[in-house]
């Protein structure tokens, strides 16, 4: 291919079936997300919240600042890997990823690493970068879940199980050395299997350079204040329907340990499990099933769905700078 070729001459090569593949995929994912909030959003009774609308509001407002804040660290990443790209680019580029944030582990938000490779970053660049974000979100996690460690024992083993598994493979991150394993695997006969397990090790080496200790830390910082911010969401929104049952500590740890739950149940979104765990743990501070349910679904439309359509949103909008880039790159 060269220089001077059209970016419309390089999709008329691609064949059709995979062009239609894709297109379908994306249809029925979207579809997908379409029917899980039509579940969701149907057993929605906001008669108990008219009369606290602007507890509501003040909560959607926290999961846009937890938003916010992991944009900061996102570009604090970039930085790292060499790159100081605009503000406005970073975040929608960020953002996107959220459209795919109901796949298994959300490991579909790297379809966001197709957005730098223009700019020169890699795609096991990305990749390391997103493997440390979901590790430290879910070391967040467990530390605002600590905050109600010993009223919650039927929960302790999905903590220590949480932190068995950041602490591990944080540990092989910073031990292995994963360049050499990828220059070792690079001289090998290269069958399908042994170019994943390559690209693996490539997404490893690039993720060591996020453990230094004043980006790790940093890192972490943010990921706390981003996730207690949703969780101090939780708080308000219960104030609603019973006003000062609830705890901030209390609701930082239901929150975080339905979101640990979720994650490690490797279901989309961690959808039913993170719902079920909720409205379970709220029945255990004092709530009504009725009541535990409402809050549940509108903690889940305040965070999970509202990040998905601002997803949609993002990749929507980057549709015009994605194209400017290809056509600048093949002038």
Same mark, same amino acid.
């Given at each position: 291919?060269?220089?001077?070729?059209?970016?419309? *001459? #390089? /999709?008329?090569?691609?064949p059709?079936?995979?062009?239609? !593949?894709?297109?379908?995929?994306?249809?029925?994912? /979207?579809?997908?997300?379409?029917?899980?909030?039509?579940?969701d959003?149907?057993?929605?009774?906001?008669?108990?919240?008219?009369? =606290?609308? #602007?507890?509501?509001?003040a909560?959607?407002?926290?999961?846009?600042?937890?938003y916010?804040l %992991?944009?900061? $660290?996102? $570009?604090?990443?970039?930085?790292?890997?060499?790159?100081?790209?605009? &503000? $406005?680019?970073?975040?929608?580029t960020?953002?996107?990823?959220?459209?795919?944030?109901?796949?298994? @582990?959300?490991?579909?938000?790297?379809?966001r @690493?197709?957005?730098?490779?223009?700019?020169?970053?890699?795609? *096991?660049?990305?990749?390391?970068?997103?493997?440390?974000?979901?590790l !430290?979100?879910?070391?967040?996690?467990?530390?605002?879940?600590?905050?109600v460690?010993?009223?919650?024992?039927?929960?302790?083993f999905?903590? &220590?199980?949480?932190?068995a598994?950041? =602490?591990?493979?944080?540990?092989?991150?910073?031990?292995?050395p994963?360049?050499?394993?990828?220059?070792?695997?690079? %001289?090998?006969p290269h069958?399908?299997? !042994?170019?994943?397990?390559?690209k693996?090790?490539?997404?490893?080496a690039?993720?060591?350079?996020?453990?230094?200790?004043?980006?790790l830390?940093m890192?972490? *910082?943010?990921?706390?204040?981003?996730?207690?911010?949703?969780?101090?969401?939780?708080?308000?929104?219960?104030?609603?329907?019973?006003?000062?049952?609830?705890s901030?500590?209390?609701a930082?740890?239901?929150?975080?340990? /339905?979101?640990?739950?979720?994650?490690l149940?490797?279901?989309?979104?961690?959808l039913?499990?993170?719902?079920?765990?909720? /409205?379970? !743990?709220?029945?255990?501070?004092?709530?009504?099933?009725?009541?535990?349910?409402?809050?549940?679904?509108?903690? %889940?439309?305040?965070?999970l769905?509202?990040?998905?359509?601002?997803?949609?949103?993002?990749? &929507?909008?980057? %549709?015009?700078?994605?194209?400017k880039?290809?056509?600048?790159?093949?002038?």
């Open positions: 291919m060269t220089q001077n070729a059209s970016p419309d *001459a #390089m /999709a008329s090569q691609v059709a079936w995979r062009r239609a !593949l894709i297109y379908g995929l994306l249809a029925l994912f /979207a579809g997908w997300c379409a029917l899980a909030f039509r579940r959003i149907a057993q929605i009774d906001l008669t108990p919240l008219k009369s =606290g609308w #602007m507890a509501v509001v909560a959607g407002a926290l999961s846009l600042w937890n916010v %992991r944009v900061v $660290r996102w $570009r604090l990443y970039l930085k790292q890997l060499g790159h100081v790209l605009p &503000w $406005r680019f970073v975040s929608l960020f953002m996107s990823g959220f459209a795919f944030t109901l796949s298994p @582990g959300k490991v579909g938000e790297v379809v @690493g197709r957005y730098y490779l223009p700019h020169g970053i890699s795609l *096991a660049s990305v990749t390391g970068a997103f493997f440390v974000e979901r !430290l979100d879910l070391l967040a996690m467990i530390v605002l879940a600590s905050a460690l010993a009223e919650l024992h039927q929960y302790q999905f903590l &220590w199980a949480a932190l598994l950041v =602490g591990g493979l944080l540990a092989g991150v910073a031990l292995v994963w360049q050499d394993v990828s220059a070792r695997l690079a %001289r090998q069958g399908a299997l !042994l170019k994943l397990v390559q693996v090790a490539n997404m490893l690039s993720a060591r350079q996020f453990l230094s200790p004043g980006v830390l890192g972490l *910082a943010l990921g706390l204040a981003a996730w207690a911010a949703e969780a101090i969401g939780l708080k308000l929104v219960a104030d609603v329907v019973v006003p000062d049952l609830m901030i500590p209390a930082m740890g239901v929150y975080s340990i /339905a979101i640990i739950v979720g994650a149940s490797f279901l989309p979104g961690g039913g499990s993170t719902e079920t765990v909720m /409205a379970a !743990l709220l029945v255990t501070h004092g709530y009504s099933t009725p009541q535990a349910i409402l809050l549940t679904l509108v903690c %889940r439309l305040l965070t769905w509202l990040a998905v359509l601002i997803g949609w949103v993002c990749v &929507w909008l980057l %549709r015009d700078e994605n194209n880039a290809v056509q600048a790159r093949y002038v």
